[in-house]
Nanobody, 116 residues
Framework: QVQLVESGGGLVQPGGSLRLSCAAS????????MIWYRQAPGKERELVAM????????SYVDSVKGRFTISRDNVNNMMYLQMNSLKSEDTAVYYC?????????WGQGTQVTVSS
């Protein structure tokens, strides 16, 4: 059974850090593009960071460049998002996703709230 389970969300003060984890099961992470999305209240879901399959090249939305780092562990079927220098506008539900040209899997999301 395919499953993606996020963890690591929570409440953090502005300027703080969080590390999100995504545990995958039922498929092999190395064969998939691994992606973090987020959705803030009243806004559309946006792609935050992506790690492509094969060469593991990474890309980020402009608003998180230099602050967030995506990584994957193909041996343990995991993906991570290290988030530093968090801002209030980073508050959202963060989702991990795994995608190929023909299929996409989603996690249930984890809430990140940046507030003093």
């Amino acid at each position: 059974q395919v499953q993606l389970v996020e963890s690591g969300g929570g409440l953090v003060q502005p300027g703080g850090s969080l590390r999100l984890s995504c545990a995958a099961s039922g498929f092999t992470v190395s064969n998939f593009h691994m992606i973090w999305y987020r959705q803030a209240p009243g806004k559309e879901r946006e792609l935050v960071a992506m790690s492509t399959s094969g060469d593991d090249s990474k890309s980020y939305v402009d608003s998180v460049k230099g602050r967030f780092t995506i990584s994957r562990d193909n041996v343990n079927n995991m993906m991570y998002l290290q988030m530093n220098s968090l801002k209030s506008e980073d508050t959202a539900v963060y989702y991990c996703s795994a995608a190929t040209a023909t299929k996409t899997y989603w996690g249930q999301g984890t809430q990140v709230t940046v507030s003093s």
